[in-house]
């Protein structure tokens, strides 16, 4: 399953569904989130197996908590979002208070509530990766090229299918990071699509703000 799909299919629909009635946040703006999100996720995710240690660490974390069950089992969701916290504080680190604002400021959903929504994505994100890691037979020096594949086939789809919003802002969260201009993801993806930039790019059209505008504000 390509991240792609994971974004228009039935798991994002269950998972948006179940972030709507729980904090009133409508469906659309949850899969923007998670639509800018897992390539974030995936980013620093990929930066960090490049240590062999956190390498390790990952592998391990895949192998005995994420075999992709999740992606099934929308009952998860709400009874693994303290899980997902841990999650988020392990991957964002010191970058997670600024990753929040971000993407608060940029899909609408209020900072008292960007964090609790994330924590519900993020085992289901790493429910992804443990599937794709368990598909493709990959241990823990493999997993820089597996994150690093599943971000360049989730661009190039993108950027091949161009009928499903979804795709363009895809495309443009995946074609800020593809740089990797500072080696860190915040810059290369927030930074660049999202970051200081931001209101420049919406006065002059076709930055990520005009994309989640139009897929926000037309449905």
């Known amino acids: ?129 443990g599937k794709e890691k368990q598909q493709n037979n990959v241990g823990a020096g493999g997993l820089g090229d597996l994150l690093g594949g599943i971000l360049g086939n989730a661009s190039s789809q993108a950027q091949t299918q161009q009928s499903n919003p979804l795709n363009d802002i895809l495309g443009s969260v995946l074609g800020g990071g593809q740089s990797q201009s500072s080696g860190n993801p915040l810059n290369d993806i927030l930074g660049s699509v999202l970051g200081g930039g931001n209101n420049q790019q919406k006065q002059q059209g076709g930055g990520l703000g005009d994309i989640l505008g139009s897929f926000l504000g037309g449905k």
């Open 1 to 129: 399953m390509s991240l792609l799909d994971l974004l228009t299919g039935n798991t994002s629909n269950q998972v948006a569904e179940k972030a709507e009635n729980k904090f009133g946040i409508s469906r659309n703006q949850i899969i923007a989130l998670l639509a800018v999100a897992a390539p974030l996720i995936i980013s620093y995710l990929r930066n960090k197996s490049q240590d062999a240690k956190e390498a390790e660490a990952l592998n391990n974390a895949l192998d005995k908590d994420h075999d992709g069950s999740i992606l099934n089992d929308s009952s998860q969701l709400e009874a693994r979002e303290s899980e997902g916290g841990s999650i988020l504080n392990h991957i964002f680190g010191g970058d997670k208070q600024n990753v929040e604002n971000q993407l608060s400021q940029n899909t609408g959903i209020s900072i008292d509530k960007i964090g609790p929504v994330l924590a519900m994505l993020a085992p289901v994100i790493m429910g992804y990766i």
